[in-house]
C-alpha cells in the first residue's frame, strides 16, 4: 500500500512540475510576443558609399557624406523652375515640405510670396548645380552634434526670363539640417533642412561660359 502511496505522490509531483515549465514557459511566450510587437517595423541603417574596406558604425550615426547628398539634392529640387518660378516655387514648397522644418517652411513661404510680390518670378525659369571642383568634402560638413549640421553649398545659379538668360552667379549656401525621423512613408532620409545658418554669399558675378571658380 504504502508504494501505491508514493508512486502517486510522485505522479503527481510531476505533474505539478509540469504545469509549473508550461507556466513558465507561457510567461516566456509573451514576453517575446511583446518584443517583438514593442520592436519598430523598420530601421534606416546610413552606410558609406563604399563598403570595400568595410564600415562600423552606430546605427543611429549619419554619415557627413548622406548629410551633404541630402542638403543638395533637396536644395537642387526646392530651386528647380523649369517653367514659371510663380508656379513652380509654391508647387516645389508643397512637394517638398516632409523635408523641410515647420519654421524653414514658414520662411520660405514668406520668400515666395516676397518674390511674386516684387515681380521676381512670373515667367522665371531657375536651377542650381554645384560648382565643378567644389563638390562634397569633409569640411562641407560641420558636426554641431548627433542631430544637428551645417552643409556649405557652393552652387552656380542660372535664371531665365522667357529664354532670356538674366543671371548666372555663384553662391555659397550655408544650410542648417536636423535629424527629422517623424515620416518614414514621406521622408525616408529622416532628415530635414532648417533653411540658412547665414546669408548666402556670392562669391562672383559669373558670365555665361563660366561654371567654375578657383578656390
Not at 510567461?27 to 517583438?36: D, E, F, P, R, T
Not at 542631430?147 to 555659397?172: F, G, I, N, Q, S
Not at 521622408?187 to 558675378?205: S, V, Y
Request: glycine share 4%; charged share 25%; net charge neutral.
Amino acid at each position: 500500500m504504502s508504494h501505491f502511496k508514493h508512486a502517486l505522490a510522485a505522479r503527481d509531483a510531476h505533474i505539478t512540475t509540469l504545469r509549473l515549465v508550461i507556466a513558465l514557459m507561457l510567461l516566456v511566450c509573451a514576453a517575446l510576443w511583446y518584443g517583438w510587437q514593442s520592436a519598430p517595423e523598420r530601421l534606416t541603417i546610413h552606410n558609406p558609399p563604399d563598403l570595400r574596406t568595410g564600415s562600423t558604425r552606430a546605427w543611429w550615426e549619419i554619415p557627413p557624406g548622406q548629410v551633404y547628398a541630402f542638403s543638395f539634392y533637396i536644395f537642387q529640387q526646392l530651386n528647380r523652375w523649369p517653367v514659371n518660378g510663380e508656379e513652380d516655387y509654391p508647387r516645389n514648397l508643397t512637394r517638398l515640405a516632409a523635408y523641410l522644418t515647420p519654421a524653414c517652411q514658414a520662411q520660405l513661404d514668406q520668400d515666395f510670396r516676397s518674390r511674386r510680390d516684387g515681380g521676381e518670378l512670373r515667367d522665371r525659369v531657375r536651377g542650381v548645380y554645384e560648382i565643378p571642383g567644389r563638390g562634397f568634402n569633409n569640411k562641407r560638413v560641420q558636426v554641431h552634434d548627433r542631430d544637428r549640421w551645417m552643409v556649405t553649398l557652393d552652387l552656380t545659379v542660372d535664371e531665365y526670363y522667357r529664354a532670356e538668360p538674366v543671371k548666372r552667379a555663384l553662391v555659397r549656401y550655408p544650410l542648417r539640417v536636423v535629424r527629422y525621423d517623424v515620416d518614414a512613408e514621406k521622408n525616408p532620409w529622416g532628415l530635414a533642412i532648417d533653411c540658412f545658418a547665414a546669408p548666402p554669399q556670392k562669391l562672383e558675378a559669373a558670365s555665361p561660359a563660366t561654371t567654375e571658380e578657383k578656390e
